[in-house]
């Protein structure tokens, strides 16, 4: 594999929001430190995201010591929202799963319900070593995961997003590439492989934290909101269908699971381990 690295890595703090793109970060066995512990919900319990809400494609959350976070978005004034104390949870549904969480505090849900035009209350995950399985079908036992979509972390690579924009460019919707990599919404990009290798990794290591490869990633539409004007397009999925269907999914990605605890950063090297 030559001299594949670490290209960048991303924390979303809130799920669906933008969030910081730090040199090194540590990682957790739920993911990285501090990614996608809150997440909103609507009244009845649903998590909300950039399926639903594209315009939070246009707020931020930047993360304060202790684990708050700091909100930003578009004529708003910005918020810092502590750690709720864990004296009472409420149950929230994520895809299929049922999830116990801590409600932030009244100024969050007001922010919030405000700048999306719609009732929304932000949650906080107190305990991921607890809260959470990840899919049975594809985990090893007591592995857990934050409000991740599925598993703890998403990797992504430059090689195969060159190769996406190339098939796009020589599509009918050229004119809306090519795309960046904040269309994925990844943890980890890596750069130096050949297009597509990540299709056959099984196990991988990045610096010191090794990581089990869980499955690929099936991509939905948020990959086709602009981050920077959460307009949609027809791209990537229109391309991915035609060139990236795997029974029904259309992948770009892959999931990882840690199978150590460490400090990542960027430039480590990638190693393929099996």
Same mark, same amino acid.
């Given at each position: 594999?030559?001299?594949?690295?670490?290209?960048?890595?991303? &924390?979303? /703090?809130?799920? !669906? *929001?933008? +969030?910081?793109?730090?040199?090194?970060? %540590?990682?957790? @066995?739920?993911? #990285?430190?501090?990614?996608?512990?809150?997440?909103?919900?609507?009244?009845?319990?649903?998590?909300?995201?950039?399926?639903?809400?594209?315009?939070?494609?246009?707020?931020?959350?930047?993360?304060?010591?202790?684990?708050?976070?700091?909100?930003?978005?578009?004529?708003?004034?910005?918020?810092?929202?502590?750690?709720?104390?864990?004296?009472?949870?409420?149950?929230?549904?994520?895809?299929?799963?049922?999830?116990?969480?801590?409600?932030?505090?009244?100024?969050?849900?007001?922010?919030?319900?405000?700048?999306?035009?719609?009732?929304?209350?932000?949650?906080?995950?107190?305990?991921?070593?607890?809260?959470?399985? &990840?899919? /049975?079908?594809? !985990? *090893?036992? +007591?592995?857990?995961?934050?409000?991740? %979509?599925?598993? @703890?972390?998403? #990797?992504?690579?430059?090689?195969?997003?060159?190769?996406?924009?190339?098939?796009?460019?020589?599509?009918?919707?050229?004119?809306?590439?090519?795309?960046?990599?904040?269309?994925?919404?990844?943890?980890?990009?890596?750069?130096?492989?050949?297009?597509?290798?990540?299709?056959?990794?099984?196990?991988?290591?990045?610096?010191?934290?090794?990581?089990?490869?869980?499955?690929?990633?099936?991509?939905?539409?948020?990959?086709?909101?602009?981050?920077?004007?959460?307009?949609?397009?027809?791209?990537?999925?229109?391309?991915?269908?035609?060139?990236?269907?795997?029974?029904?999914?259309?992948?770009?990605?892959?999931?990882? &699971?840690?199978?150590?605890?460490?400090?990542?950063?960027?430039?480590?090297?990638?190693?393929?381990?099996?």
């Amino acid at each position: 594999m030559g001299n594949s690295q670490l290209l960048s890595i991303h &924390v979303h /703090p809130v799920k !669906a *929001l933008r +969030g910081p793109a730090p040199r090194e970060v %540590d990682v957790e @066995p739920w993911g #990285l430190a501090g990614d996608r512990r809150w997440v909103l919900i609507d009244d009845g319990g649903k998590v909300v995201t950039q399926r639903q809400q594209p315009r939070l494609a246009l707020a931020a959350a930047e993360p304060l010591a202790g684990g708050g976070v700091r909100l930003s978005a578009p004529g708003m004034d910005p918020l810092s929202v502590p750690v709720p104390e864990p004296d009472r949870t409420l149950t929230l549904e994520i895809f299929r799963d049922k999830v116990e969480g801590v409600p932030a505090d009244e100024n969050a849900h007001a922010w919030c319900s405000e700048y999306l035009g719609a009732e929304v209350r932000l949650v906080h995950m107190d305990d991921p070593a607890t809260r959470r399985a &990840v899919d /049975p079908e594809f !985990a *090893l036992p +007591g592995e857990t995961v934050s409000f991740a %979509d599925g598993y @703890p972390l998403l #990797l992504t690579s430059a090689a195969s997003l060159d190769a996406l924009n190339s098939l796009i460019s020589q599509g009918p919707h050229a004119a809306e590439g090519p795309l960046p990599m904040n269309r994925f919404r990844p943890n980890v990009v890596v750069e130096g492989t050949a297009a597509w290798a990540e299709d056959d990794w099984s196990s991988i290591a990045i610096g010191e934290v090794a990581f089990r490869v869980a499955k690929m990633c099936g991509r939905c539409v948020v990959t086709t909101t602009d981050q920077t004007t959460a307009g949609r397009g027809k791209e990537p999925l229109h391309s991915l269908g035609r060139f990236r269907r795997f029974g029904s999914k259309l992948v770009f990605g892959q999931n990882l &699971v840690p199978r150590s605890r460490g400090t990542i950063r960027v430039g480590d090297p990638v190693r393929i381990l099996e």
